[in-house]
């Protein structure tokens, strides 16, 4: 079998777009990350494939695509889990399985997801050891953006998943940090979406979206990814992001009440009416 390698030195102070350069915290900057890429040949069921430190890839496309894809897929991992946890983590044991599709109807045939989506994920948690067992991404390659906001947003779910103990990552956070990932445009996206959803009064009270368990009902979903976001990115900028997860940790265990308490010093009431001082002072709401 042919094998071909590419090393890539990273520098994480040297971001390669706006979605590394807000998660690179001054602690962090000291080690260069070595990316490196091996590129395998065919498989037997006809994929290309190409192997990182964490990430097996499958694809039909170009080397040099594959390689920005290894090369984003590495620095987003790195990078979220230095932010969020303070630290490198463990090596991925098993690597993320990472499937690229040329076209909507590959991804939807080989996956069965439906054809409106743009990238699925599944993650499969050992309930005994709450070890990660499976990991795996599948996108689709004719998204415009895949690479600079989906790969990173999916990247990053990847990267929260078994960080919480046995319990999996409550939907609010997941979602507000992976879109924390992408580029200031995409964020700010749904920062003019809360602003709109605020003075339209559509919004979900905290308690009700932190203690939501799954996602909510089609017609939700705006005021649920835009307050997720803005709420995940409210509470870091309080305390910093590595307090922001043991608070979520600790709301997991105890709840958010006990929680509050202890990482902001509040209380639900305390944290609504600071939300809505925050909503009027940096978005212009008037009430
Ligand atoms: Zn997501």
């Known amino acids: ?63 040099e695509f594959v390689e920005k894809v290894a090369r984003v897929a590495e620095q987003t991992r790195i990078v979220m889990t230095r932010k969020w946890f303070g630290k490198d983590g463990d090596a991925w044991t098993p690597k993320c399985e990472l499937f690229l599709h040329a076209t909507g109807k590959d991804y939807t045939r080989q996956t069965g997801a439906p054809d409106a989506s743009s990238a699925c994920i599944s993650i499969k948690v050992d309930p005994d050891s709450q070890r990660v067992v499976s990991r795996c991404i599948d996108l689709r390659c004719d998204i415009p953006g895949m690479v600079e906001a989906i790969l990173p947003h999916e ?64 017609a939700r979903i705006p005021a649920f990814y835009a307050q ?22 600790d709301g997991l265990r105890e709840g958010y009440d006990a929680a509050l308490r202890r990482h902001y010093k509040t209380d639900f009431a305390g944290l609504e009416k600071n939300w809505q001082k925050f909503l009027v002072d940096e978005n212009k709401i008037d009430h």
């Open 228 to 249: 997720s976001v803005c709420l995940v990115d409210f509470l870091t900028k309080e305390r910093g992001p590595t307090v922001f997860t043991a608070f979520v940790r």
């Open 155 to 218: 990247t990053t779910h990847i990267a929260l998943a078994g960080q919480f103990g046995k319990n999996q990552v409550p939907r609010w956070a997941d979602e507000g940090i992976a879109v924390l990932s992408e580029s200031k445009e995409k964020i700010d996206q749904h920062r003019r979406n809360l602003i709109k959803l605020a003075k339209e009064r559509g919004m979900f009270g905290l308690k009700e979206l932190m203690e939501v368990c799954d996602y909510p009902e089609t």
């Open 1 to 63: 079998m042919f094998v071909f390698g590419t090393i890539f030195i990273i520098v994480l102070s040297s971001p390669a777009s706006d979605s590394f350069m807000v998660a690179v915290k001054s602690e962090n900057i000291a080690q260069p990350v070595v990316i490196e890429v091996l590129h395998l040949g065919l498989n037997l069921q006809g994929w290309e494939v190409a192997e990182t430190s964490h990430f097996v890839i499958f694809h039909n496309q170009e080397k």
